[in-house]
């Protein structure tokens, strides 16, 4: 693996570093089961910024150091901050990466393990596909200690029916991989400790195609969520288009024609 293509540090509250064409971002707070701080919030976003700003980096796995994803955001910070405009502004930042993740155009593959609750659900739902270990516990546990997971209520109730996301939400408990993968939460779950390989044979398949198509459709599949069904088939029909005139396109139909599709080092440069 090339180490820490951003520089970040082996104190770092995130870690990044770079497989081929995936980059892999690892929430490096271990010691306290990867929580949301303000710093680990951040460096999280700037790492999916970084990663995809690069032309190398073709999909993105998201992954937790020690025994946990993520056990959400750190109450210990609760504390430092008083009435609504500084709880507001607190919590912005911890959601702020929910927001990018839709926003960055490269796909980016979670791969839980241990527990990913609160907001540590909210980044698996947000990631566009989700991979659990056998065993993992997901749940929205924020109404046990007097809070309600309103931030990741929004990537969530995209990612199972309303009922679903209710059941979550107001309960606050657990439940396991196998049920999680049935409600549409996640796309796989892989044998116990094999999570990340998992993930990242998601993420190399997604990379061995088109980096264009891939990122130009990923871009009109979040534009188009929302959009009034005869709104959307004439959005992806002009972004088609565009897509149609691209390097990508002309080389890679001309390839499979031919009868030797592009292999993933073969792509054109990006335009």
């Not at 690892?26 to 951040?42: D, E, K, Q």
Request: aromatic share 6%; with cysteine; glycine share 10%.
């Amino acid at each position: 693996m090339d180490e820490k293509p951003d520089g970040s540090t082996d104190d770092a509250t995130v870690r990044t570093e770079r497989d081929g064409y995936v980059g892999i971002v690892t929430l490096n707070r271990p010691g306290s089961l990867n929580t949301f701080s303000t710093a680990l919030a951040t460096e999280l976003d700037e790492a999916l910024r970084s990663l995809d700003a690069q032309e190398a980096v073709r999909a993105i796995v998201v992954r937790g150091a020690g025994d946990a994803f993520s056990a959400g955001i750190d109450l210990t910070e609760y504390a430092e901050h008083d009435g609504d405009e500084q709880y507001e502004r607190w919590v912005a930042g911890m959601e702020r990466p929910f927001t990018t993740l839709a926003e960055v155009s490269t796909p980016v593959v979670a791969a839980a393990h241990g527990h990913a609750v609160a907001n540590g659900l909210g980044l698996v739902a947000a990631c566009d596909l989700a991979v659990a270990a056998e065993g993992t516990r997901l749940g929205a546990t924020a109404p046990k200690v007097g809070l309600f997971c309103m931030g990741p209520a929004v990537p969530l109730m995209d990612a199972v029916t309303a009922k679903r996301c209710l059941e979550l939400l107001l309960t606050g408990e657990l439940i396991d991989a196998e049920t999680a993968l049935k409600w549409g939460l996640l796309n796989r779950v892989a044998p116990p400790g094999e999570h990340v390989e998992v993930a990242m044979d998601l993420a190399t398949t997604i990379a061995s195609k088109s980096p264009t198509a891939v990122s130009m459709g990923k871009r009109a599949f979040y534009e188009m969520r929302g959009m009034g069904y005869a709104d959307a088939i004439d959005h992806s029909n002009r972004r088609f288009a565009e897509l149609c005139t691209t390097a990508d396109a002309r080389e890679g139909i001309a390839a499979f024609l031919e009868g030797d599709p592009l292999g993933p080092d073969e792509w054109p440069a990006g335009e």
